[in-house]
């Protein structure tokens, strides 16, 4: 990708199980943020964490950033059937372009 | 919230013609718009910035002639696939940035598939 790896490329789980994702990206950020993709449709917006913090709730999404490791994970707890989707983490490095990471597929089995 | 609508959703093509997808903010003004294409099981990969009123900013090894793309006015971008081949044939998704309350984050259209036989 464009701006570096997520892993797992690809996670399945039990509904009600919790869901890690990891991002790693390669330059400097103004903020991070994390979006999802349901199959064959556009990205939504789901939280953006600023450089300056650590760690952001939103609902049952955690988001923490480590700007030392350039890294980053998303925790969806208490997964529901409705969260398959892809996630990627994407950064502006230059504070005007957006660049995505390589997506975590993510598969709630009922 | 911001809506960003994009069309065609998708279009199949015979291999030497153009197609152009036009991606439109709904409900706010975009002085910039993101073109990304994003093949199977893939990432998005940006292929240019567009700005209003001036010309596209074009990442490496993004053809500007083979993608020609227009943001005539602050709703409106265009992508143009000019002369496609079937190595053409992807997904590609436009997005807006809100010069708003909510101008750190990106509103996406549904995105366009096209097929080039």
Same mark, same amino acid.
């Given at each position: 990708s464009q701006q570096g790896e997520e892993d797992p490329q690809a996670l399945s789980i039990q509904e009600g199980e919790n869901a890690t994702m990891n991002c790693s990206y390669k330059t400097s950020i103004n903020n991070l943020q994390w979006y999802r993709q349901n199959s064959g449709r556009g990205l939504v917006h789901l939280i953006l964490?600023?450089?300056?913090e650590r760690e952001k709730h939103s609902g049952r999404l955690r988001v923490t950033l480590d700007t030392s490791k350039k890294s980053s994970s998303l925790l969806i707890t208490a997964s529901r059937a409705a969260d398959t989707a892809s996630y990627f983490c994407a950064t502006d490095p230059s504070g005007n372009k957006f660049y995505f990471g390589s997506g975590t597929k993510l598969n709630v089995k009922p | 919230g911001a809506v960003v609508s994009q069309h065609p959703s998708w279009v199949i093509c015979?291999?030497?013609?153009?197609?152009?997808? !036009?991606?439109?903010? %709904?409900?706010?003004?975009?002085?910039t718009m993101f073109w990304y294409?994003?093949?199977?099981?893939?990432? %998005?990969?940006?292929?240019?910035?567009?700005? !209003?009123g001036s010309k596209a900013t074009y990442e490496q090894g993004v053809e500007k002639d083979k993608f020609l793309i227009n943001h005539a006015s602050?709703? %409106?971008?265009?992508?143009?696939?000019?002369?496609?081949?079937? !190595?053409d044939?992807?997904?590609?998704?436009c997005s807006a940035r809100d010069l708003g309350i909510f101008n750190e984050k990106l509103f996406f259209g549904s995105g366009t598939q096209l097929s080039v036989l």
């Open positions: 964490i600023r450089s300056n | 015979k291999s030497g013609t153009s197609v152009k997808i !036009e991606c439109r903010s %709904l409900d706010f003004q975009a002085t294409r994003q093949f199977p099981k893939q990432s %998005l990969m940006l292929m240019a910035t567009s700005n !209003e602050l709703t %409106l971008s265009t992508l143009t696939v000019t002369s496609a081949h079937p !190595e044939s992807s997904f590609y998704i």
